[in-house]
């Protein structure tokens, strides 16, 4: 199993960015699935999940301004990032609680993704 995220990149604050993170291979089922960062000398830590039921939940700092979403179908997720704030700056990591039999799941990671916020 993998997880492929793309689109961090370099943004003025203000600005918006959208974070795509698609799971490839043998899958049987995905569980929750998230993105996390990690900024320089920080903890890495929770910035918005989605079950697979649809059930979101974010971090406080973000509430309001980022947006997670999933396909099913595709095996995605997805996270919109607007109104960005320099302290957003920090590596992004899509996760996903994947099973790939039944009754055998695991967590899996993606690369981070760089999202810079400067002017």
């Known amino acids: 199993v993998q997880l492929q995220a793309s689109g961090g990149g370099l943004v003025q604050p203000g600005g918006s960015l959208r974070l795509s993170c698609a799971a490839s291979?043998?899958?049987?089922?995905?569980?929750?699935m998230g993105w996390y960062r990690q900024a320089p000398e920080k903890q890495r830590e929770l910035v918005a999940r989605v079950t697979s039921g649809g059930t979101t939940n974010y971090a406080d700092s973000v509430k309001g301004r980022f947006t997670i979403s999933r396909d099913n179908a595709k095996n995605t997720v997805t996270l919109q990032m607007n109104s960005l704030k320099p302290e957003d700056t920090a590596v992004y990591y899509c996760?996903?609680?994947?099973?790939?039999?039944?009754?055998?799941?695991?967590?899996?990671w993606g690369q981070g993704t760089l999202v810079t916020v400067s002017s």
């Open positions: 291979g043998k899958i049987f089922s995905i569980g929750h």
């Open positions: 996760n996903g609680y994947i099973g790939v039999y039944f009754n055998l799941y695991d967590t899996y």
